[in-house]
């Protein structure tokens, strides 16, 4: 069974970064997509970033020139470098994984991980 531990939340002030990273383990296959989500009071979870085994990175528009995601295929780990922080990026932070077992896509989350931005 594959699990997701994530890791590097917590509080910052607005302008100020975070690094979160998520550590995928008991899987025997680099998995395919591994990514963020996020979900704030009063909102619906909505996609940060994912990035696929191959490097193709796709990014809310909300992030994209402040987040850059990446990942090591080896370890089965995904970083998320959050710059510019603002106090509309305060949520939980999810890491996801997916992977096809044959014709079967199967997803994997985290526990999550508070990311918390003041003014």
């Known amino acids: 069974q594959v699990q997701l531990v994530e890791s590097g939340g917590g509080l910052v002030q607005a302008g100020g970064s975070l690094r979160l990273s998520c550590a995928a383990s008991?899987?025997?296959?680099?998995?395919?997509?591994m990514g963020w989500y996020r979900h704030a009071p009063g909102k619906q979870r909505e996609l940060v970033a994912t990035?696929?085994?191959?490097?193709?990175?796709n990014y809310a528009n909300s992030v994209k020139g402040r987040f850059t995601i990446s990942r090591d295929n080896a370890k089965n780990t995904v970083y998320l470098q959050m710059n510019s922080l603002k106090p509309e990026d305060t949520a939980v932070y999810y890491c996801?994984?997916?992977?096809?077992?044959?014709?079967?896509?199967?997803?994997?989350w985290g526990q999550g991980t508070q990311v918390t931005v003041s003014s």
């Open positions: 996801n994984a997916g992977h096809w077992y044959g014709s079967s896509w199967t997803d994997y």
């Open positions: 008991g899987s025997r296959f680099t998995l395919d997509t």
């Open positions: 990035i696929t085994s191959g490097g193709s990175r």
